[in-house]
């Protein structure tokens, strides 16, 4: 089979895929030729995307001449052995772009190619009619290079894998348009080359294509007039229709973020000039464009407003009256005139004059071009023009005359160089003094309560004072104080606010807002369809003008944070305070650490009602290591010392022998402030409270395995290869992945590559991850492999595992002694065996003792009176009292060994 034809014939415009019949119908011919007129280094995506299926030929003579031999060849026919005779097939590079920085490296240097990609964000649908009236309206305004519409320009756009499909993958558009937001005045151009594009489309009026291209009009205005309440409605009632998509949403956060980020200053020039001035009317628009390249850097755009836009509609319903609106809220006005005055002109400079004297805007340039027109030559329109220069003469108005278009740059340049210093570079917002409104009931706290690190306070008022800062996260344990530190932020700083909202978020961050939201004056009638109830309320705070600020408090759930980060970033005129346990990415965080010593001092003596004595301060000292500095623990264990009368020393050793669950600590103690941001009863026992602070529910069954292991291990960084070896793990990745997922979940704590869990979520885990010797033992089993050393190898190289299997010794042995039938529990004998023996090599007699008397414990309540294990901890228990001098117990247990002996082995004689 032959085809005359084009590449793009086979492929799909819609998955830009080969079409099914292709792949299929052309399946019973062995030979398939396609002759195309497109040379090999010319070929692009189509091209290349059909060479497997089709031995593509150029159509000239020589390829023709070969075709027809190879058809005459009465041998075997083989197309593909025609390709040698015309050229060496050498793929063209494909632009395989991975991420945005990869597509920065390829192109910045092309500023022209540059552009013209990112400005196709505008749109979300890519074709080739909008790719070519976004280019050409580039290189008209010369934001690109004339010519820059080149064929070879064209096969590179089609080269690039994410240009490939019919529609942008959600995350390249919004990369692209992030970099567009630093070219302000490219993306007005593209927008409005867009708009012009769907204006000059015909399409049945109720179709669903008419429908789309009213809503591409309506969106891309609405991004060039963002203030424009029209299209603002317009927008928002597309959106409650559900036929806006949902990265449109995403665009308009971004724009909200880069203006809030940058504080670009908008500065809005109307032109007015008659059709004959039609060459300097395009010349000032270039003259713009050029000026918005420099003026970018200092963060000020000019938007011209052009008189075109407007004239069709005047003419057809005489919008005066909004036409004058829109001179009124301009900056600047500019008119150009030459040998006539234009239907409206003068009522649109009484407009724009009138304004200036009682708002003091727009400033009002008018510039007439010199005519050398005769005496014969005048007309009544000329008239016109002399009558305007009278009534301008009237009104002591100067007006400018100009020879050229060069001429009418220069002046006009200069003038808005003076203007721009004066009146715009200082953008800086200044909050008036009203008094701080809260927009809802939350607790407070009271200066003389808090106790805590002024740094953080500064720290977190700097940043969020900061222009591109608008949100700050404090990061840190439950209980470790974020809550207390964002309640004395708002005591210290709360006169810098307008309003203030506070949000506690108890499961679902959307949904408590929303009830939080509708609890204040500004609350949303008929918000009960759920469908963009979040991004309602939000635009609802846009509304509110001043400098405000949102906290949301507790928002641990790491998915949730991230899934409405994003929306969070659109609030404008608020700054967020966010408390988490949780870490997301491109976020200010301000991770809060334990107390130090004088603080922690100074916050257990205020809920213990007394000061610490010196004989008491080595035990304080003790205590607060053992507790890991948690401020929560700090106060509660203060509390339930204070209502029961004891001494630093007494906790001490409770906590020691049990934990913050001993019935000694577990009468109701006030948790004040805790209480009431986390909807929880004032008065509790510490062990339910404590308790309650942490959710493992949401955790997969891996990182619920790996923090039971954290929960028996000692409470110390450890580094990352030894945690793989620990936890005899297999694939690597996986593993990496989820103890990051912990540490950004607030459930371990990093540094420098080694990882380790906060003391009191250890006793937390252990208790509600129901942590056993059955769900360890593969930790478990790796210290009793490694500490059942060979004889002949030197013990005192374990050493080091000491730490750990101690620690798992002794937190299953407590366990042990509350009930001694714990499945699994003789593998804990089992280490405490081979733990004494290492012991014993060190020459630790005393606590290989103690190992020794624990194995044996374990085993005599699980194993048969006679079980060879336990005779062999009597030997080994025997041994160690040999070392230390008792031989009366030496022999003692030697004998019980050799009873269980004799009974477990038969007698052998040696002859």
Request: aromatic letters at 12%.
């Amino acid at each position: 089979m032959i085809i005359f034809g084009k590449a793009s014939s086979f492929i799909s415009g819609r998955t830009r895929e080969l079409t099914n019949w292709a792949t299929n119908d052309f399946k019973i011919w062995e030979n398939k030729a396609l002759i195309i007129n497109e040379t090999v280094k010319n070929w692009a995506y189509e091209e290349f995307k059909i060479y497997d299926l089709l031995t593509i030929l150029p159509s000239n003579i020589e390829a023709l001449f070969e075709l027809i031999k190879e058809l005459t060849n009465t041998e075997k026919k083989s197309f593909k052995s025609l390709v040698k005779y015309y050229y060496v097939l050498t793929k063209k590079e494909q632009y395989n772009f991975k991420n945005i920085e990869n597509f920065k490296q390829i192109f910045f240097s092309d500023m022209d190619m540059f552009l013209w990609i990112i400005s196709l964000s505008v749109h979300q649908k890519i074709n080739w009619e909008i790719i070519l009236a976004i280019g050409k309206a580039l290189e008209n305004h010369q934001i690109i290079k004339e010519k820059s519409l080149s064929y070879a320009n064209l096969l590179k756009l089609m080269k690039i894998n994410f240009l490939k499909k019919s529609a942008f993958d959600e995350k390249w558009r919004l990369d692209l348009y992030g970099l567009l937001k630093e070219h302000k005045n490219t993306e007005e151009i593209a927008r409005k080359a867009v708009i012009e594009l769907y204006q000059n489309t015909n399409l049945p009026k109720n179709s669903f294509a008419h429908l789309q291209k009213e809503i591409q009009i309506d969106t891309q205005n609405l991004y060039l007039e963002p203030d424009n309440k029209k299209y603002q409605d317009k927008f928002n009632l597309l959106k409650q229709e559900g036929l806006i998509e949902e990265i449109e949403y995403m665009i308009v956060d971004i724009d909200r973020k880069y203006i809030r980020k940058r504080n670009i200053k908008t500065i809005k020039i109307f032109l007015a000039s008659s059709s004959e001035l039609k060459e300097e009317r395009k010349e000032f628009e270039i003259f713009i464009n050029r000026k918005n390249n420099i003026l970018q850097k200092r963060d000020v755009f000019l938007k011209l407003i052009i008189w075109e836009d407007f004239i069709d509609a005047m003419a057809q319903k005489r919008l005066q009256d909004e036409y004058n609106k829109v001179i009124s809220e301009c900056d600047i006005f500019v008119s150009l005139f030459f040998t006539k005055v234009g239907r409206y002109t003068n009522e649109e400079f009484e407009t724009a004059f009138k304004s200036f004297h009682e708002s003091g805007k727009p400033l009002i340039y008018t510039y007439f071009k010199n005519s050398n027109i005769k005496t014969e030559e005048i007309t009544d329109e000329f008239i016109t023009l002399l009558n305007f220069k009278k009534h301008l003469e009237k009104l002591n108005h100067f007006y400018t005359k100009y020879e050229n278009t060069e001429g009418l740059l220069k002046h006009f340049g200069d003038q808005l160089e003076k203007i721009l210093p004066r009146k715009y570079e200082n953008f800086k917002e200044i909050i008036t003094e009203n008094k701080t409104i809260f927009l809802n009931n939350f607790a407070k706290i009271e200066k003389k309560y808090f106790v805590g690190s002024e740094t953080e306070l500064k720290y977190i008022d700097e940043n969020l004072s900061k222009k591109n800062e608008p949100l700050v996260l404090l990061n840190g344990l439950g209980g470790i104080g974020k809550t207390t530190l964002a309640q004395a932020y708002i005591n210290r700083f709360q006169n810098n606010y307008n309003n203030i909202l506070w949000v506690s978020v108890f499961s679902d961050l959307q949904n408590d807002f929303k009830n939080e939201f509708q609890m204040t004056k500004f609350g949303i009638e008929n918000l009960e369809k759920k469908d963009n109830q979040f991004k309602r309320i939000l635009n609802k705070l846009n509304y509110i003008s001043g400098n405000n600020l949102l906290i949301l408090d507790n928002a641990n759930d790491k998915k949730d944070l991230q899934e409405n980060y994003f929306q969070l970033q659109s609030l404008n005129n608020w700054k967020v305070l966010m408390t988490s346990r949780a870490k997301i990415d491109n976020i200010n965080i301000l991770e809060i650490e334990h107390l130090d010593l004088e603080s922690a001092k100074k916050l257990f003596e205020k809920h213990f009602l007394k000061k610490i004595a010196k004989n008491e301060e080595k035990n304080f000292l003790e205590l607060l290591k053992h507790i890991d500095y948690h401020t929560l623990m700090i106060e509660l264990i203060a509390k339930a010392g204070n209502k029961k009368s004891l001494e630093i020393a007494e906790i001490l050793q409770i906590l020691k022998v049990s934990d913050f669950k001993d019935d000694k600590l577990q009468r109701k103690i006030g948790i004040g402030l805790h209480a009431e941001m986390t909807n929880k009863e004032k008065e509790c026992k510490m062990k339910d409270y404590i308790l309650s602070l942490f959710n493992f529910e949401q955790l997969t069954d891996e990182e619920k395995k790996i923090l039971r292991y954290f929960s028996i291990l000692p409470n110390d960084f450890i580094e990352i290869e030894k945690l793989k070896a620990f936890f005899q793990i297999k694939d690597e990745n996986d593993f990496e992945h989820t103890i990051e997922n912990l540490v950004s979940s607030g459930y371990l704590q990093t540094t420098e590559n080694s990882y380790k869990c906060h003391a009191v979520l250890q006793q937390i885990t252990f208790e509600k991850l129901n942590s056993n010797p059955k769900n360890c033992i593969v930790l478990i089993r790796y210290f009793i492999d490694i500490l059942d050393t060979d004889p002949y190898k030197n013990k005192l190289d374990f050493v080091k595992y000491l730490i750990y299997a101690e620690n798992i010794v002794l937190i299953f042995y407590k366990e042990f002694e509350k009930n001694n039938k714990i499945e699994n529990i003789k593998e804990i004998a089992t280490l405490s065996n081979n733990l004494a023996s290492v012991l014993h090599a060190k020459g630790d007699y005393k606590k290989t003792l103690e190992y020794n008397k624990k194995a044996i414990s374990i085993y005599k309540k699980n194993l048969d009176k006679n079980h060879p294990s336990l005779a062999n901890a009597y030997n080994d228990i025997a041994s160690t009292y040999q070392n230390l001098g008792d031989n009366e117990k030496e022999l003692e247990y030697n004998k019980k060994a050799l009873k269980i002996k004799e009974k477990v082995y038969p007698l052998i004689i040696v002859w």
